[in-house]
């Protein structure tokens, strides 16, 4: 049972405890106007009552001593002790006979196994309503027998002779009865008025609360509808409408999540066509223009030796900085033609030999610290893909550490989260970090900090790790560096 239904079992049973005390406040009132009506009725019975008594308990002592003597010997007699050791209910009642017959004033035996459970029993006919019943072990197998013996007629006779007293006295009675239950009707009538009046108050109290909290997850689910994603609603209560609360809180998180990642795909779409533009754009006159060059420098027949080094100076500078225009145009156009991820199981430990074999062919220029997890689970990713999310992390992660350290370290961390289907691999760096002010578009198109780049990277690597259904976030913790943190799902 939850909070929320614990909270109303108590609030139910704080009403009831009141129903019961003042009805035990009415019920003592009614029992001292009954005690003062009745005493002067009790004195004349008095006397009969006293001499029935102390019959009746002399003759019922005497004769249960005799019956306990009797069921004591049917207990431990060897036949019935023998059959139940060897559980022969045939012989057990075969003892059970022979013991009634023996002893005319058993009415009635019965043999129990251990859990009370009736295994054989033994009665006569036309036994008195009036009976005195006896349980005995039988030996030490732990059985029990229940012997039953009638009660004496005399004590019977005094019983019936009290009760016609009783009955001689009834209009008395009835006569107390009639004032108890107007004296009762009244009390009852003024008690439970004044209870309904209060679990009408309090439940007034109750449901105000509780439609004021479903009213306000209703409103936020309006503004929600509305496209308005930043509203939350308080989750102090841990009951069930705090749950509730809270995986709203979750869901809307979650659905601000989703959107801006649609967003940002839309955005890197539309930045793709613009690359792709533009590479085409910048491809086609690069050869023109550098072989218009080479021409008029290999054209030059003149001996002016200050025009040729002009001449010279040019077609070096142009080939570079057509060299140069060509690594941007590749770089556009592989960022227009990024392939479509095709993720399937691959496993962890595969994954971080994938990049250690790359980063070793291409000389990484710093300490790669990779652990996989022990033991291991398989990622659901697009294996070249992802090799290259890696390899572009830890290569900006050396880069930006050379600028501090002369020893660049990137360290490797993945592990599952229990019981959720996800992996989480981080990437962190001895670097100098981030700037706060620039944590926002570091994964931005064109965005770069270094002199010499592209600003396709980290767009490029948020793009795939999008397309395998995960996320990545960037972190600087105060003692240095830059943390990224990648989550995809688990194979």
């Not at 809180?249 to 801006?260: I, K, Q």
């Not at 613009?274 to 008029?296: C, D, G, S, W, Y």
């Not at 592990?415 to 001895?430: K, M, P, Y």
């Given at each position: 049972?939850?909070?929320?239904?614990?909270?109303?079992?108590?609030?139910?049973?704080?009403?009831?405890?009141?129903?019961?005390?003042?009805?035990?406040?009415?019920?003592?009132?009614?029992?001292?106007?009954s005690?003062?009506?009745?005493?002067?009725?009790?004195?004349?019975l008095?006397?009969e009552?006293r001499?029935?008594?102390?019959?009746?308990?002399?003759?019922?002592?005497?004769?249960?001593?005799?019956?306990?003597?009797v069921?004591d010997?049917?207990?431990?007699s060897?036949?019935?002790t023998h059959?139940?050791w060897?559980?022969?209910?045939?012989?057990?009642?075969?003892?059970?006979?022979?013991a009634?017959?023996?002893v005319?004033?058993i009415?009635?035996?019965?043999?129990?196994?251990r859990?009370?459970?009736?295994v054989?029993?033994?009665g006569r006919?036309?036994e008195p309503?009036?009976?005195?019943?006896?349980?005995?072990?039988?030996?030490?197998?732990?059985?029990?027998l229940?012997?039953e013996?009638?009660?004496?007629?005399?004590?019977?006779?005094?019983?019936?002779?009290?009760?016609r007293?009783?009955?001689?006295?009834?209009?008395?009675?009835?006569?107390?009865?009639?004032?108890?239950?107007?004296y009762?009707?009244?009390?009852?009538?003024?008690?439970?008025?004044?209870?309904?009046?209060?679990?009408?108050v309090?439940g007034?109290?109750?449901?105000?609360?509780?439609?004021?909290?479903?009213?306000?997850l209703?409103?936020?689910?309006k503004?929600?509808?509305s496209?308005?994603?930043?509203?939350?609603?308080?989750?102090?209560?841990?009951d069930?409408?705090?749950?509730?609360?809270?995986?709203?809180?979750?869901?809307?998180a979650?659905?601000?999540?989703?959107?801006?990642?649609?967003?940002?795909l839309q955005?890197?779409?539309?930045?793709q066509d613009?690359?792709r533009?533009?590479?085409?754009?910048?491809?086609?006159?690069l050869?023109?223009i550098?072989?218009?060059?080479?021409?008029?420098?290999?054209?030059?027949?003149?001996?002016?030796?200050?025009?040729?080094?002009?001449?010279?100076?040019?077609?070096?500078?142009v080939?570079?900085?057509v060299?140069?225009?060509?690594?941007?145009?590749?770089?556009?156009?592989?960022?227009?033609?990024?392939?479509q991820?095709?993720?399937?199981?691959v496993?962890?430990?595969?994954?971080?030999?994938?990049l250690?074999?790359?980063?070793?062919?291409?000389?990484?220029?710093?300490?790669?610290?990779?652990?996989?997890?022990?033991?291991?689970f398989?990622?659901l990713?697009?294996?070249?893909?992802?090799?290259?999310?890696?390899?572009n992390?830890?290569?900006?992660?050396?880069e930006?550490a050379?600028e501090?350290?002369d020893?660049?370290?990137v360290?490797?961390?993945?592990r599952?989260?229990?019981?959720?289907?996800?992996?989480v691999?981080?990437?962190a760096?001895?670097?100098?970090?981030?700037?706060e002010?620039?944590?926002?578009r570091?994964?931005?198109p064109?965005?770069?900090?270094?002199?010499?780049?592209?600003?396709?990277?980290?767009?490029?690597v948020?793009?795939?790790?999008?397309e395998?259904s995960g996320?990545?976030?960037l972190?600087?913790?105060?003692?240095?560096?830059?943390?990224f943190?990648?989550?995809?799902?688990?194979?």
């Amino acid at each position: 049972m939850g909070r929320f239904g614990v909270k109303l079992v108590v609030l139910l049973l704080l009403i009831s405890a009141s129903f019961f005390f003042f009805s035990l406040y009415l019920v003592d009132s009614a029992v001292q106007v009954s005690t003062a009506t009745m005493r002067g009725y009790v004195r004349e019975l008095e006397g009969e009552l006293r001499r029935v008594p102390p019959v009746y308990r002399e003759l019922f002592r005497a004769r249960k001593h005799r019956f306990e003597a009797v069921a004591d010997s049917v207990a431990t007699s060897p036949h019935l002790t023998h059959a139940v050791w060897s559980r022969d209910r045939e012989q057990m009642g075969k003892a059970l006979a022979t013991a009634m017959e023996q002893v005319p004033q058993i009415r009635r035996l019965a043999v129990r196994d251990r859990s009370e459970r009736l295994v054989v029993e033994r009665g006569r006919e036309g036994e008195p309503d009036a009976r005195f019943r006896l349980h005995r072990p039988i030996g030490s197998t732990g059985w029990l027998l229940v012997a039953e013996f009638p009660i004496d007629r005399h004590a019977s006779a005094a019983y019936r002779r009290l009760v016609r007293k009783l009955d001689l006295e009834s209009p008395h009675v009835k006569k107390i009865d009639r004032k108890l239950e107007q004296y009762s009707l009244k009390g009852f009538m003024r008690f439970f008025g004044g209870a309904m009046l209060l679990v009408t108050v309090v439940g007034l109290l109750f449901a105000r609360r509780f439609s004021r909290r479903i009213s306000r997850l209703s409103r936020a689910t309006k503004t929600v509808a509305s496209g308005d994603l930043d509203v939350a609603v308080p989750t102090r209560e841990r009951d069930e409408i705090g749950q509730l609360y809270g995986a709203f809180n979750e869901m809307v998180a979650e659905l601000r999540r989703n959107r801006a990642q649609i967003a940002y795909l839309q955005k890197i779409s539309a930045w793709q066509d613009v690359a792709r533009r533009l590479a085409h754009e910048i491809k086609n006159p690069l050869t023109p223009i550098l072989l218009a060059v080479q021409q008029a420098r290999e054209k030059y027949d003149g001996d002016d030796p200050v025009y040729r080094k002009l001449l010279e100076d040019a077609a070096e500078i142009v080939d570079e900085e057509v060299q140069g225009l060509r690594r941007l145009v590749e770089a556009f156009s592989a960022f227009a033609k990024l392939p479509q991820v095709q993720p399937e199981p691959v496993p962890v430990s595969e994954v971080m030999d994938d990049l250690r074999r790359s980063l070793g062919e291409l000389d990484a220029p710093g300490e790669l610290e990779c652990t996989p997890p022990v033991p291991g689970f398989d990622l659901l990713v697009d294996r070249l893909l992802f090799r290259r999310v890696l390899v572009n992390l830890v290569e900006n992660g050396f880069e930006a550490a050379r600028e501090v350290s002369d020893s660049p370290r990137v360290t490797i961390r993945a592990r599952r989260l229990v019981h959720s289907g996800v992996a989480v691999i981080t990437l962190a760096d001895n670097g100098p970090g981030v700037d706060e002010g620039l944590m926002d578009r570091v994964f931005d198109p064109y965005f770069t900090t270094k002199g010499s780049g592209t600003g396709l990277g980290l767009a490029i690597v948020k793009k795939i790790v999008l397309e395998h259904s995960g996320t990545i976030d960037l972190e600087c913790p105060p003692e240095g560096g830059a943390v990224f943190t990648i989550r995809v799902p688990v194979g």
